[in-house]
């Protein structure tokens, strides 16, 4: 089973400020299965990145995803107050999917 | 409109079944993978499984293969999550997600089911 390790577990920032996300997978995952995803409090996630780097229908342009291999990042140019939430990216490879143990964004 | 209604909350004890639903509409329920998330109380996601509405093709997270059964009754566009025995290990919210086959990416969620096992 393939393991995703998100980095940092917390990251604190400011509005306005840019935010950079890590992923990093015990071992290589096709770029066309890595996704990001959001998940504001007592909400369900939201698909932000598909495919490492598709946004996915209505995600503004603020929000990137990129890398390949072993190594992807998710990054938020400049941050909304509505961004400080929680990240997780999630992989699909041998029939089978796991997720990273997110990466919370607070203020 | 694509919508995920999942069956509301429930309250079990240990050693009881459960079968909790996910009905899927407003798109071609048979051509999109139906997969299952857990997120117990206060933690991350977990993939626990996925089915293929087309042809009922199944697979399990190495962690939930044969801790809970994943199906579909397609001819009402509804899939199944179902426990033989409850825990309470078992506390949670379960998701029910719709996967981009050409991408295994969650585009659409439900609205979760929270499923508590309490003695």
């Known amino acids: 089973e393939i393991v995703l390790t998100q980095s940092p577990g917390t990251l604190s920032l400011s509005p306005g400020e840019r935010a950079t996300l890590s992923c990093r997978a015990s071992q290589s995952v096709s770029s066309n299965y890595l996704a990001w995803y959001q998940q504001r409090p007592g909400q369900a996630p939201r698909l932000l990145i598909y495919?490492?780097?598709g946004r996915a229908t209505g995600i503004p342009d603020r929000f990137s995803g990129s890398g390949s291999g072993t190594d992807f990042t998710l990054t938020i140019s400049r941050l909304e107050p509505e961004d400080f939430a929680v990240y997780y990216c999630?992989?699909?490879?041998?029939?089978?999917?796991?997720f990273g143990r997110g990466t919370r964004l607070e203020i | 409109e694509v919508q995920l209604e999942q069956s509301g909350a429930e309250v079990k004890k240990p050693g009881e079944s459960l079968k909790i639903s996910c009905k899927g509409s407003?798109?071609?329920?048979?051509?999109?993978?139906i997969g299952w998330v857990r997120q117990m109380p206060g933690k991350g996601l977990e993939w626990m499984g996925i089915?293929?509405?087309?042809?009922?093709?199944?697979r399990y997270s190495p962690s939930f293969q044969g801790q809970v059964t994943i199906s579909v009754d397609k001819s009402i566009t509804t899939a199944y999550l179902q426990w033989s025995s409850l825990k309470a290990s078992d506390t949670a919210i379960y998701y029910c997600v719709r996967f981009l086959d050409s991408v295994m990416a969650g585009d659409h969620w439900g609205q979760g089911t929270l499923v508590t096992v309490s003695s």
């Open positions: 407003g798109y071609s329920f048979t051509n999109y993978w």
């Open positions: 089915i293929y509405p087309g042809d009922s093709d199944t």
């Open positions: 999630q992989q699909y490879g041998n029939s089978r999917g796991t």
């Open positions: 495919g490492a780097s």
